[in-house]
């Protein structure tokens, strides 16, 4: 970090620019981006969310049609041409319902009003949901597309997700992703972070102050202590790594966050791959299946489809 911030402040007193590119699999340290934004020296920053090794394909891809092919490349100052990274594949409605007949699976069909507010209520009453939806996303963070979430509000479920769900350290941080129009209600953050690669500070009004006596604990005691009122996002020092969800880019994810924010009052929810760990984020429904009924997940939401784990069958 100390490095990275001598060469961001070098840079910025050479070129006198405003904004920062980055690349590279450092740029993938959302600490260090959340400190070069804080620091000042730009006023913006903005990271290929897949910017390490992977992103090289994407990069290879573009220089071909706009070089090799002499292509004029367009200017735009009104969004974001990744567009959220969701370059993956998508299915049909017919191609999920026929995987799920041929897996078995007991499900019930909805409109997308119907999934949406039975998807928030089960959020609401602590479920944990596997959420497929539209195009893959591109990168190493779920962002609405191949998702676990849940609400973050409860103090169980860190815990939960963790030992029951991803099958790691009970003590391991969640990030939360957040209505665009929310976040400097919630965080100390004045940029748009779509692809969950800034770590920004919670605002004083939702931290809980620990006590004396809190603070005398050690290790995973003190860890396990709430520390604000979304204890299911918020690590140790009051950071999270936070996503924005802005209804261009993701307008199904952006009405469920704002369901939940209806019923809850809270316009955040707890977004994590939809995996195991030692397993890559799902891509197929056959693999949302496979990983909905191999962990202790409670509901999975996929396309127009909406499957409990207590009415599948047990063998």
């Not at 000042?40 to 920053?45: H, L, M, P, T």
Request: net charge positive; aromatic share 8%; with cysteine.
């Amino acid at each position: 970090e100390t490095v990275v911030l001598r060469l961001t402040r070098d840079l910025a007193k050479r070129t006198r620019e405003k904004k920062l590119c980055m690349a590279g699999g450092v740029a993938l340290n959302c600490v260090a981006n959340g400190k070069i934004l804080k620091d000042g020296s730009f006023e913006k920053i903005w990271v290929q969310p897949a910017a390490g090794d992977a992103g090289g394909s994407l990069g290879a891809a573009l220089a071909d049609y706009y070089i090799n092919n002499k292509k004029e490349r367009p200017r735009s100052t009104k969004f974001d041409k990744m567009r959220g990274s969701y370059l993956g594949p998508e299915f049909s409605r017919k191609s999920i319902k026929d995987a799920l007949v041929s897996l078995g699976a007991i499900f019930e069909e909805y409109d997308e009003e119907e999934l949406i507010d039975k998807t928030a209520k089960a959020l609401s009453e602590d479920q944990a949901i596997g959420w497929f939806q539209g195009r893959m996303e591109f990168g190493p963070r779920a962002l609405g597309g191949r998702s676990i979430l849940a609400n973050p509000m409860s103090e169980k479920m860190q815990k939960t997700l963790n030992l029951k769900v991803k099958y790691r350290e009970s003590f391991r941080p969640f990030a939360p992703s957040i209505l665009i129009d929310d976040v400097q209600r919630w965080f100390q953050l004045e940029t748009d972070s779509p692809y969950m690669l800034l770590v920004a500070e919670l605002n004083e009004e939702h931290r809980y102050k620990l006590t004396q006596k809190e603070n005398n604990l050690f290790g995973i005691e003190k860890l396990n202590i709430p520390r604000s009122k979304v204890p299911a996002i918020t690590h140790v020092d009051y950071t999270a790594r936070v996503q924005t969800v802005d209804k261009s880019t993701n307008p199904l994810y952006f009405k469920l966050l704002s369901k939940f924010k209806t019923i809850t009052q809270c316009p955040i929810l707890v977004n994590t791959s939809f995996n195991v760990r030692g397993e890559p984020i799902v891509c197929s429904p056959m693999d949302a299946f496979k990983c909905f009924m191999g962990t202790e997940l409670d509901v999975l939401t996929i396309g127009n489809f909406l499957l409990h784990k207590s009415a599948q069958k047990k063998d």
